[in-house]
């Protein structure tokens, strides 16, 4: 998971702050979740039991590496595997374990917004997989990538794992797609992880843990709002609720107040009033099947041309073309 938070400017959080706990009903953006803390906290979602999304995206990897690495080469002149949001790498580490094993000619392109997530990730890659050629860049998505287009004009896979996509409505997601899209030439591919829908009830176990982790994941936005903004918020005095709506395959997360209360943000020179069981809205993690993939990608002015998926259907990949 790229590590949102370290150039996005400290106006734009005050701003969003201010007009997310201005506007009714209240709401605030899920990408401030991940400062450092926001950062080991999702580490740790990802090792839940019931956040089922990163184990099925792993065996889809595992299983189907062989026919993914060869969907990725076309030809000797080699490409460049670009991965948006590389994160710790566990699950890339896959494939370029086997393009490596497979003699393919390619140079792997992380690019995220923390530097130190990319050091981290370098380094490991030159200990474990020492032949694989990479090129680390640091920014946010579409500014990297259009540079990397300018720069050089070799075949493209561009990956995109996670679900992170799932954290956009439909239209920011076509919208992301579409900028892809844009930069891609026809012989480029886009490689890119959607969870499915599924039976209701894993999915809201898989955001509402017995340990109570994505409960202080979703908390610790208020406690970002109390460190940085200076805020008096009593993290005891909200829940965490999660619902999941079936039809359109949402699941939103909300902070809701358990009364009445008073809150003072010294950074924003405001006070929120909350009334008891108010609401703030904090995330959408979006469910998909293929229609809904297949209608994004058109909309995008692209087409599905593979899906790999698990055993128990939960988590689909999708190699997506111009
Ligand atoms: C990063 N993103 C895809 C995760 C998701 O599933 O929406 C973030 C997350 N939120 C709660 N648990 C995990």
């Known amino acids: 998971m790229q590590q949102k938070t370290t150039l996005i400017s400290t106006s734009q959080f005050h701003k969003d702050v201010y007009k997310g706990l201005t506007d009714f ?19 740790e979602i990802m090792d839940m039991p019931e956040y089922y999304l990163t184990n099925s995206e792993y065996k889809i990897l595992d299983k189907f590496k062989d026919e993914i690495c060869r969907a990725f080469f076309k030809d000797s002149k080699g490409f460049d595997l670009i991965e948006l949001g590389a994160g710790d790498g566990k699950k890339t580490k896959i494939l370029l374990r086997q393009l490596a094993a497979e003699e393919i000619p390619f140079q792997y392109v992380p690019i995220d917004i923390s530097q130190n997530a990319l050091n981290e990730l370098e ?24 540079q990397l287009c300018t720069m050089q004009h070799k075949r493209k896979v561009i990956m995109f794992l996670g679900s992170n996509i799932g954290n956009l409505l439909h239209p920011q997601a076509v919208e992301f797609l579409r900028s892809i899209q844009e930069l891609m ?20 176990n898989a955001y509402n843990d017995a340990a109570g982790i994505t409960e202080r994941f979703n908390k610790n936005l208020l406690a970002r709002i109390n460190s940085e903004l200076g805020a008096n918020f009593d993290l005891d005095k909200f829940i965490h609720w999660e619902v999941y709506d079936p039809e359109t395959g949402t699941a939103k997360s909300y902070l809701v107040s358990k009364e009445n209360q008073t809150i ?15 609401t ?14 297949s209608w994004l990608a058109d909309k995008a002015g692209m ?20």
Request: proline share 4%; net charge negative; hydrophobic share 30%.
């Open 25 to 43: 009903p209240k709401h605030l953006s899920s990408k401030y979740f991940y400062d450092e803390k926001g950062d080991k906290l999702f580490q």
């Open 123 to 146: 380094e490991s890659i030159s200990n474990e997989l020492p032949s694989v050629n990479v090129m680390p860049l640091q920014g946010t998505y579409f500014e990297t990538l259009e």
């Open 280 to 293: 703030i809205h904090t995330e959408i993690s979006q469910k998909y099947d293929d229609n809904i993939v």
């Open 303 to 322: 087409q599905i041309s593979r899906i790999f998926t698990d055993e128990n259907k939960f988590y689909k990949n999708y190699i997506l073309k111009k």
């Open 185 to 204: 030439n026809e012989d480029d591919l886009f490689f890119i992880g959607f969870d499915q829908k599924k039976d209701p009830q894993t999915i809201l």
């Open 264 to 278: 003072h943000i010294n950074g924003l020179d405001l006070t929120v009033t909350f009334n008891a069981w108010e």
